[in-house]
């Protein structure tokens, strides 16, 4: 379905929205007339990445408000006649669009931050409990066996490993903490007055973070500075019994160093990110042992998808007067 708003009005800025997860149609729907006021407005509700379909969707287009898809710079050369700003639902916009190019090309680019950091947290935490306390896939062996034995671990007085003290990384050490567990920290410019209010561990390296912590969750922005941040090596530091989280990016990890520890069938993950996104039907880690896996919906709350929307708005608004807002 498409949503239209002042389309008559060709004087206007032309702001398209080219497809949108059908949990946000609602939260996007309340938005339209406020941008309205300002340009024309034309919103398609369902859901596609598929290139072509989405370049004709942006012809003409002004500003484009986007989540989920990837910008390659060859198709930001072909929009840069008339676009001028792409707002993009998310924070870790460095493997969605290239900044840089969209710059040359004097494109703005709008991102929206801190809308999911308790959700994100806390799906963190879920997968931690999945792992742990198996409750998802001991409900469907019970459905399935009717009373299947099986061990649980419990997270009070383990050792969370956080690696990165931003808005997510505090909530989660909060978190953490909160469930009796032990915090291990490392940051680049951590805030000292919070970790020791946490009772939290400051670490002096990432190696001092995989070889203490049994649960090592790391909660940085990708760029350039820590695309592969976490090696094999950091990795092969991690104890038997040990658990790897991964609610941040993908990219932070070496490729194919968390498939190969994996392997060796003795340490445990929960992955919410991969690369690339959507996990293809081939693709290892669906065959790895001791793995949780959950399809990038950590920041999808109701709550979460609201402020997205909400700053994603305010960038175009700030943008069609002339202004910035999250521009990056």
């Not at 004709?56 to 930001?76: K, P």
């Not at 040359?104 to 935490?125: K, P, Q, R, S």
């Not at 951590?190 to 561990?201: S, Y």
Request: aromatic share 6%; hydrophobic share 45%.
């Amino acid at each position: 379905m498409i949503i239209e708003r002042n389309m008559e009005r060709t004087d206007l800025p032309l702001v398209v929205i080219p497809a949108c997860f059908p949990s946000m149609v609602p939260y996007l729907e309340r938005g339209l007339d406020e941008i309205a006021a300002k340009a024309r407005v034309r919103m398609h509700t369902d859901m596609t990445l598929d290139r072509d379909e989405i370049m004709r969707r942006l012809d003409g287009a002004n500003v484009a408000m986007t989540t989920g898809i990837h910008f390659t710079d060859d198709m930001l050369d072909d929009l840069a006649p008339t676009m001028r700003c792409i707002t993009f639902g998310g924070t870790g916009i460095a493997n969605f669009v290239g900044v840089d190019h969209a710059h040359d090309l004097d494109i703005m680019v709008c991102n929206a931050v801190h809308y999911g950091d308790n959700a994100v947290a806390e799906h963190t935490i879920a997968l931690l409990f999945e792992i742990t306390h198996k409750a998802g896939r001991l409900d469907v062996r019970t459905r399935a066996e009717g009373w299947p034995g099986s061990d649980i671990t419990e997270i009070g007085g383990l050792t969370m490993g956080i690696i990165g003290f931003g808005g997510i990384g505090r909530r989660v050490a909060e978190l953490a903490h909160g469930l009796g567990m032990n915090l291990t920290v490392w940051a680049r410019h951590p805030d000292d007055d919070a970790l020791r209010k946490l009772n939290a561990r400051r670490a002096s390296s990432i190696d001092d973070v995989f070889s203490t912590a049994d649960v090592v969750s790391p909660h940085l922005a990708l760029n350039d500075a820590t695309r592969g941040i976490i090696t094999a090596h950091h990795l092969g530091l991690l104890r038997p019994g040990s658990i790897f989280l991964n609610t941040a990016r993908a990219e932070l990890v070496e490729p194919g160093a968390l498939e190969q520890r994996l392997r060796r069938g003795d340490v445990f993950a929960g992955l919410d990110v991969f690369a690339p996104e959507p996990l293809p039907d081939d693709a290892p880690l669906r065959d790895c042992p001791n793995t949780v896996l959950t399809p990038h919906v950590a920041w999808r709350s109701g709550k979460a998808l609201d402020g997205i929307v909400r700053q994603n708005i305010r960038s175009v608004i700030a943008f069609l007067d002339g202004e910035s807002y999250n521009a990056v």
